[in-house]
Each structure stands twice: as structure tokens, then as C-alpha cells.
């Protein structure tokens, strides 16, 4: 068993989530709710948080649990435990805005299969301790958070000439629908992970001139 | 009540709103499991059946908790149903037809985490449908998805004897061929719409 290697919670545990190993740029990680719900802003937004809780808390729960909880199970365990946040999170949003809650739809039900929770919960929670399970659920959640607010950010601009529902662009703006269609979802992803490819490469590759010009 | 015609939930479910490129459900598989046109065709296959069996069992137990008064544990119980029916069906075809599991192997038990079944139980329930349009919205569904992640696995195979730049192999390539997919499928809206 590997577990237990150092259980003091670092401030790496909350960083590496950000950006380093952010769960959609560079795991590829829950990648339904990162192209459905990001038509907007304001859906990215609460999409992302909603996510954040049920990662944080899940994770916690695990970490605590993990002694407990036999082997044989622990994926049905998991499971189980993220259900029971979701429903929570279901009737929460539902309680705060109707209107909020419609839109997502059935996307909030659908976290339960976010891969990117059931992934933490076995990759980190069940590993480590309480506290260092909390701090990476808040950083990955965060990073996620992140990660789809920039989606619907993007997409809400182009394809509506708006931010957060407030109109940024001249009127003169023609917004590009096709953004805010299904279709849009993909091209913008499909660009964002362009850009950051293209950064590494360029970083790679500038590191390697340093190091033979030394 | 819900009282549209099977032959228009089929199509609806099938290449209107298609659960891939519509409903973005179901992209793990897609993007994962897309690079080979005949694990493409397994794949959508397996997923297809779970989908048929989840929802006929997704549907009774709905009527169970909707008798029992305790519709919030529904999603609970739905991830249950779907997770022992993946068990049941990989027990069952390891046990009638060996091969068949091994030309399956891993994708038998990723199933149980494809948010395209959890969809397709969820949809059901709250669309209202009665037993015969939930099994015609699975078959949609699973047929919907099998044509995403086939074409999709044709066109990637084409792709790797294309000369790309380095920077938009792999994921960024792939989403981006997904979105010119998904604005081809756009073409069908109004189909079946009656």
C-alpha cells in the first residue's frame, strides 16, 4: 500500500488543480457538462460550483470513510456517496432559482457520472487524508469551475455579443450563432486545447534552445 | 402523459437531438473509444443493449418509488439499476457466449459510468414516457450514439494518414471534427418533428 505518504496538507494540493493538472484542459476529465451547460456565462458558472460542492464534499466524505469501506466495494461505495450530494445539489439549485434549474436540466443528475469526481475519489481521496482530500477538492473543483466559466465566457461572447447577460459588443456585433449551438461547444474546446498545445510546445521548445545555447 | 408517436421519438432520439453531438452525452466513450472502426462498432453495440435493459428496468422502479412517494431517491436508485444491470449483462454473456466477451472486454464495465444511459433513464422519467416509447427512446438513443461514435471512428481513421501539424493531434482535432459532425446533424432538425 502506498497509502499515507505524507499527510500534512500542502498548498500544492490546492494549486496543482488550477492549472498544472487542470481536470479539463489536461485530463480531459467530465467533459459532458464542459461542453453542454456552457452556452453562457452564468450556466458555466453555476455548473462549475455546483461541481465544486459535490467534489469537495464527496472527497471529504471518502477520505473519511476510507479505512471502512471494504475494497471489493469502494467504486459502488463512491458512487453512492456522490448520488447523495448530487440529489442534494439537485434540490438546493432548485430552491435557490427555478429558473437557474431548468436550464441546467438534467446536467445537475448527470454529475453523478462526471468521471472527473469518481476519479478523484479514487485516485486522491481514498488515498489520502481528510485534509489533503478537502484542499484537492477544492482545487479541482476550483480548476473545473475555471475551465467552464472560460468556455462559457467565450462562447457567450461570440455567440451573443454578451457577458453574464449584460451586452459587451457594439450593436453592430453580428453574433456568431453557431457558438451557442451544440456544434460551438466542440470548436471551442477543440480550439482552447489548440492554444494551450501550442503554448507547451512553444515553452518546450524554448527550453531547449536555452539548454543548447548554455 | 407524453403522446408523441414512436416512429418520431425514434428519430428524435436517433438524429434530431442526438445523445453525442446534441446532448453532449456520452463523450468519454466517443472521444475514447472512436479510434478503431470495429471496437467503434462493439462498443456502440454493448451500449445500445445496456441502454434497453436500464430503462425498461429505470421505468419500474420509477413506478415502485412514485408508489412508495420517495421520488428523491431516484437518482440513487437509477445509478444503482444501471450499475447491476452492466454486472448482470457482463455475467450473462460471459456465461452464453464467451467470445462475444472477449471482443468486449474492457468496455462492458466502463459502460457503468457513460452519462449517455443515466440520460436516457432521466430523460424518460421526465418526459413522462409509458413502457413502449422508453424502450422505442432506448433503442433511439443506443442506434444515435452507435452512428456518432461509428462515423466518427471512419473519419479518425482517415485522419491518421493525413499530415497534420503537431499541435492539433490528438483531442483538439478530434473536438473539432466532432463540431463539424454536430453541425451536420443539425440539418435533420425538424425532422420527425409531427
Redesign the interface.
Known amino acids: 500500500m502506498n497509502a499515507e505518504q505524507g499527510n500534512t496538507p500542502t498548498a500544492d494540493d490546492f494549486l496543482k488543480g488550477l492549472w498544472r493538472e487542470n481536470p479539463v484542459f489536461v485530463y480531459?476529465l467530465g467533459?459532458?457538462?464542459v461542453?453542454?451547460v456552457t452556452n453562457s456565462a452564468i450556466n458555466g458558472l453555476s455548473m462549475g460550483l455546483a461541481t465544486l460542492f459535490v467534489l469537495t464534499l464527496s472527497n471529504t466524505l471518502v477520505s473519511v470513510l476510507r479505512n471502512i469501506i471494504p475494497r471489493e466495494v469502494r467504486i459502488?461505495t463512491f458512487?453512492?456517496i456522490i448520488?447523495?450530494f448530487?440529489?442534494v445539489v439537485?434540490?438546493l439549485i432548485q430552491a435557490i432559482s427555478l429558473e437557474l434549474h431548468k436550464s441546467l436540466g438534467?446536467f445537475i443528475?448527470?454529475i453523478?457520472?462526471?468521471?472527473l469526481i469518481?476519479g478523484r475519489a479514487e485516485a486522491f481521496a481514498s488515498r489520502n487524508g481528510p485534509a489533503r482530500a478537502l484542499l484537492d477538492g477544492l482545487g479541482m473543483g476550483l480548476g473545473f469551475t475555471l475551465a467552464l466559466l472560460c468556455m462559457g465566457g467565450v462562447r457567450e461572447l461570440l455567440g451573443n455579443g454578451s457577458l453574464f447577460g449584460v451586452a459587451v459588443l457594439p450593436a453592430q456585433f453580428q453574433p456568431w450563432i453557431?457558438m451557442i449551438?451544440?456544434?460551438?461547444?466542440?470548436?471551442t474546446?477543440?480550439?482552447l486545447?489548440?492554444l494551450i498545445?501550442?503554448a507547451k510546445?512553444r515553452r518546450q521548445a524554448r527550453a531547449q534552445t536555452l539548454e543548447g545555447a548554455s | 402523459m407524453n403522446d408523441a408517436g414512436l416512429w418520431s421519438i425514434f428519430i428524435n432520439a436517433s438524429l434530431v437531438n442526438n445523445f453525442v453531438?446534441?446532448?453532449?452525452?456520452?463523450?468519454?466513450p466517443f472521444?475514447g473509444v472512436s479510434a478503431k472502426l470495429s471496437t467503434a462498432t462493439r462498443m456502440g453495440g454493448a451500449v445500445t443493449f445496456v441502454m434497453l435493459v436500464a430503462s425498461l428496468s429505470a421505468f419500474g422502479v420509477n413506478l415502485l418509488l412514485e408508489w412508495a412517494g420517495v421520488p428523491?431517491l431516484r437518482?440513487?436508485s437509477y445509478?444503482?439499476i444501471i450499475?447491476s444491470t452492466v454486472q448482470f449483462v457482463e455475467m450473462f454473456v460471459k456465461k452464453m457466449s464467451p467470445a462475444l466477451f472477449r471482443a468486449l472486454g474492457i468496455f462492458l464495465p466502463l459502460i457503468t459510468?457513460?452519462?449517455a444511459i443515466?440520460?436516457v433513464a432521466?430523460?424518460q422519467t421526465?418526459r413522462g414516457y409509458d413502457l413502449l416509447q422508453c424502450s422505442v427512446f432506448a433503442l433511439g438513443a443506443g442506434a444515435g450514439f452507435t452512428l456518432a461514435l461509428v462515423l466518427m471512428a471512419g473519419i479518425r481513421e482517415k485522419l491518421e494518414l493525413a499530415s497534420l501539424s503537431?499541435?492539433?493531434?490528438?483531442?483538439?482535432?478530434?473536438?473539432?471534427v466532432?463540431?463539424?459532425l454536430?453541425?451536420t446533424f443539425?440539418g435533420f432538425a425538424g425532422l420527425g418533428a409531427a
Request: charged content about 5%; glycine content about 10%; overall charge negative.
Open positions: 480531459l467533459m459532458c457538462p461542453l453542454a459502488a458512487i453512492l448520488a447523495t448530487v440529489t439537485d434540490y438534467a443528475s448527470l453523478v457520472v462526471n468521471c469518481l453557431v449551438l451544440p456544434g460551438g461547444g466542440f470548436f474546446l477543440g480550439v486545447l489548440l498545445n501550442a510546445a | 453531438l446534441a446532448y453532449f452525452l456520452g463523450i468519454c472521444l428523491y437518482l440513487i445509478i444503482v450499475a459510468t457513460n452519462c443515466l440520460g432521466l430523460f421526465n503537431d499541435v492539433v493531434q490528438g483531442a483538439a482535432i478530434t473536438l473539432m466532432a463540431g463539424i454536430s453541425l443539425m
